[in-house]
């Protein structure tokens, strides 16, 4: 009996997951400029023509991996900014974005390791740049509506908080205070701005 198109679009889609899954992998693993896409069909379990179906070349691939991942965060954080009431979004950002983190530890490290291949940041440095600046513009608004003085900087230097805490908990998962230091980061900018 033939499949139906629900189970072809299924297939499809799976495929497509477990392509960019490897690519990913591969990508932090070797590097990007010293992966082929041979490599990833064959990690893949398809052929480069099969491969070649789902993508045109190494770079689509490279932009559906980082798509792919930021669809996963992107998620998360509309989902806060829709339903956190005003003074509650900066601390249910946090708790969303290091909730994501933990969840899949293995799959952000290689994430991160991505993101520090010049390579990659060739291709993607204006994205990545965008969607930095995007969750930097709720830290702000936050920050402002808490009555911090200079809501900029102090978003920046919360935004490299984050950053400094994801690297770390990175390399060591089981030893990194994640819940301690996420609270820390609460306690420190998710309530009013208490002046000196």
């Known amino acids: 009996m033939p499949r139906t198109e629900k189970q072809n679009?299924?297939?499809?889609?799976?495929?497509?997951?477990?392509?960019?899954?490897?690519?990913?992998?591969?990508f932090a693993q070797k590097g990007y400029a010293h992966t082929t896409t041979r490599n990833i069909a064959t990690a893949a379990g398809?052929?480069?023509?099969?491969?070649?179906?789902?993508?045109a070349n190494k770079e689509s691939l490279l932009?559906?991996?980082?798509?792919?991942?930021m669809a996963r965060i992107d998620e998360r954080i509309?989902?806060?900014?829709?339903?956190?009431?005003?003074?509650?979004?900066?601390?249910?950002?946090?708790?969303a974005i290091f909730d994501l983190l933990a969840s899949e530890p293995q799959f952000w490290a290689?994430?991160?390791m991505l993101r520090t291949q010049p390579?990659?940041?060739?291709?993607?440095?204006?994205?990545?740049?965008?969607?930095?600046?995007a969750l930097r513009g709720c830290f702000v608004d936050e920050l402002a509506q808490a009555g911090w003085p200079q809501p900029e900087l102090e978003a920046y230097y919360l935004y490299s908080v984050?950053?400094?805490?994801?690297?770390?908990?990175?390399?060591?998962?089981p030893n990194y205070p994640l819940a301690d230091v996420v609270e820390k980061m609460i306690?420190?900018?998710?309530?009013?701005?208490?002046?000196?």
Do not use: C, W
């Not at 932009?63 to 991942?69: H, K, L, S």
């Not at 509309?78 to 708790?95: D, F, I, R």
């Not at 984050?162 to 998962?173: H, M, N, R, S």
């Open 78 to 95: 509309t989902a806060v900014l829709q339903t956190s009431p005003p003074g509650e979004v900066l601390p249910n950002l946090l708790h």
């Open 187 to 196: 306690t420190q900018f998710g309530g009013k701005h208490e002046p000196i």
């Open 9 to 26: 679009e299924a297939i499809r889609a799976a495929t497509r997951t477990n392509i960019l899954n490897s690519a990913m992998r591969l």
């Open 110 to 112: 290689l994430f991160y």
């Open 46 to 55: 398809l052929s480069v023509g099969l491969m070649y179906h789902y993508f």
């Open 63 to 69: 932009q559906a991996v980082f798509d792919f991942v």
């Open 162 to 173: 984050v950053e400094g805490a994801i690297q770390q908990y990175l390399l060591d998962p």
């Open 119 to 133: 390579a990659i940041m060739s291709i993607l440095g204006d994205d990545f740049r965008q969607r930095t600046a």
